[in-house]
């Protein structure tokens, strides 16, 4: 309803707002009426970015609401948007745990590849390296403990158990247990005494970062062994955490699906293929134009590339506004941001096709590095968060942009 009515910033702020209901006040009068408050808790951030528009938002969506609850219940609402307070957290401590899917990724190229997870020891010989094999309980009835249960049935008859056992005994949880201890089981994987060929140890730890890297974990180098590496594993800070995170509310703002399956191949590319992931980049600034060219009624051909997309973008949006008065401070730094921030798409055009997807390369050409496409990914997402709260600005109507 609040769509049809035009009232896009307070459509846009209840598809995202956290809503909590209690009751505030009963009336006696007329047979007795119940008082409730919804209140739509968003981040502190945007709350205090409402500043007078907060009143204005309240009434446009306690107006559509009200209609909708007097067909059901004489009870009266009042709606308040408030701020969301949450626990701050370090980025040590968000997402810790691996999803349980990437894990069945790495047991998975282990099978594929048929790379034995003990090496060169023995199972009990290796399990003992980790784990009280002694404390732990047997299966087999004829056993006290897990080191004979395992040696009977993995090395006195090998054929008993599946040879990647491990990740489905209950025993060792490596599948439904703490990160940690999964990746510490393949730290021992890849241990000099355990695998003795260096290259073949690397390969496992890059084919293991390869899945984990975006998930916040990596394997590190520690102290070498006789001059051999030697592997822990440590809690990285995600890299691109808060730009995808911030590109996400973009594209919910502007419904755009499109959008998200370009930010989520974008997520996966930036530490595994850099050079994807400077192609995403410019296909979200693209599709970002598109989408609220469309919105405009602003019509664009279909040969139309990113340059003249967004010049029509920054006309419609006034991205470069003339209206900066000369004698405020700082007035020429604005318009000279406003104009680089323009021009950020051509500049992710111009690196897309020296480093990124969709040209040939010759045998010599070396791409760019992750930190590079954390710095497209940036940029991108700078420039369509911009235009897009721009965007919202423009839609509302004037007593909506009043400010304190």
């Known amino acids: 309803m609040l769509v049809a009515d035009g009232s896009m910033d307070a ?110 020891l023995d199972e009990v010989e290796f399990l003992q390296r980790l784990y009280d094999l002694e404390s732990l309980p047997s299966t087999d009835s004829r056993f006290k403990s897990a080191s004979r249960d ?86 990285t800070k995600l890299s691109v955490g808060r730009s995808v995170t911030r590109a996400r509310s973009v594209a919910d703002a502007l419904d755009a699906g499109w959008m998200q399956k370009e930010i989520e191949r974008l997520e996966r590319a930036v530490e595994s293929d850099p050079a994807l992931a400077i192609g995403t980049a410019k296909e979200l600034v693209e599709t970002c134009c598109k989408t609220i060219l469309r919105k405009l009624e602003i019509e664009f051909g279909k040969g139309a590339d990113i340059n003249d997309l967004t010049k029509l973008l920054a006309k419609a949006l006034k991205l470069v506004p003339e209206g900066i008065p000369n004698e405020a401070k700082g007035a020429e730094n604005v318009r000279l941001i406003l104009r680089n921030l323009s021009a950020l798409p051509g500049y992710l055009t111009e690196l897309r096709g020296l480093y990124g997807t969709g040209h040939g390369r010759d045998g010599k050409h070396r791409g760019l590095e992750p930190r590079h496409a954390r710095l497209a990914v940036g940029a991108a997402v700078v420039f369509i968060d911009f235009v897009t709260e721009t965007f919202r600005q423009r839609s509302l109507p004037d007593w909506a942009n009043t400010r304190d």
């Open 11 to 120: 459509a846009a702020l209840l598809r995202s707002a956290d809503p909590q209901i209690e009751q505030t006040g009963y009336d006696n009068w007329n047979g007795g009426t119940t008082i409730w408050t919804l209140s739509l808790r968003i981040q502190a951030r945007e709350f205090a970015h409402l500043g007078t528009r907060r009143e204005g938002l309240e009434s446009q969506i306690d107006k559509r609401l009200k209609p909708i609850i007097e067909q059901f219940s004489n009870d009266w609402i009042e709606v308040k948007i408030a701020p969301k307070l949450e626990e701050k957290m370090g980025w040590r401590q968000q997402g810790i745990e691996l999803p349980r899917d990437v894990k069945q990724q790495i047991v998975d190229f282990f099978r594929i590849e048929k790379i034995f997870w003990s090496g060169a």
């Open 150 to 235: 395992i040696w009977q049935h993995r090395v006195n008859n090998p054929d008993d158990w599946p040879d990647d056992w491990i990740f489905a005994d209950p025993r060792f949880r490596l599948m439904d247990g703490p990160t940690e201890e999964f990746l510490r089981f393949f730290c021992e994987v890849v241990h000099p005494l355990v695998r003795p060929d260096r290259n073949d140890c690397l390969r496992l730890v890059n084919a293991i970062n390869e899945r984990i890297q975006l998930h916040g974990w990596k394997l590190v180098e520690d102290e070498p062994l006789a001059g051999r590496p030697r592997f822990v594993p440590r809690q």
